[in-house]
Nanobody, 114 residues
Framework: VQLQACGGGLVQPGGSLRLSCVISGSIWGANVMAWYRQAPGKQREFVANIISNGAANYADSVKGRFTISRDNAKKTTYLQMASLKPEDTAVYYC?????????WGQGTEVTVSS
């Protein structure tokens, strides 16, 4: 299983971005697609996840601003980010987990700055 994330870039505060993560290889059964982020000088932190039945969870810091979704036919997960703040600046990583095994993508950089 390999993951390819894209969609990052430079955006002004208050702006929006949509990240995508395409998963190659077989996905089946109960699984979780997730987004994490790592800001400069900080540890990687959880942003959001969505399990195979569609239930989603969010970090408090992004709740109400970010929306995670998934398209199983395209083996893709999305992170729609709105009302972006400078503190959202980070490298965003997608993760796919199945049967206790996690696979990470390479990360896509998001910079929120005027």
């Amino acid at each position: 299983v390999q993951l390819q994330a894209c969609g990052g870039g430079l955006v002004q505060p208050g702006g929006s971005l949509r990240l995508s993560c395409v998963i190659s290889g077989s996905i089946w059964g109960a699984n979780v697609m997730a987004w994490y982020r790592q800001a400069p000088g900080k540890q990687r932190e959880f942003v959001a996840n969505i399990i195979s039945n569609g239930a989603a969870n969010y970090a408090d810091s992004v709740k109400g601003r970010f929306t995670i979704s998934r398209d199983n036919a395209k083996k893709t997960t999305y992170l729609q980010m709105a009302s972006l703040k400078p503190e959202d600046t980070a490298v965003y990583y997608c993760k796919y987990s199945q049967r206790g095994v996690g696979y990470w993508g390479q990360g896509t950089e998001v910079t929120v700055s005027s």
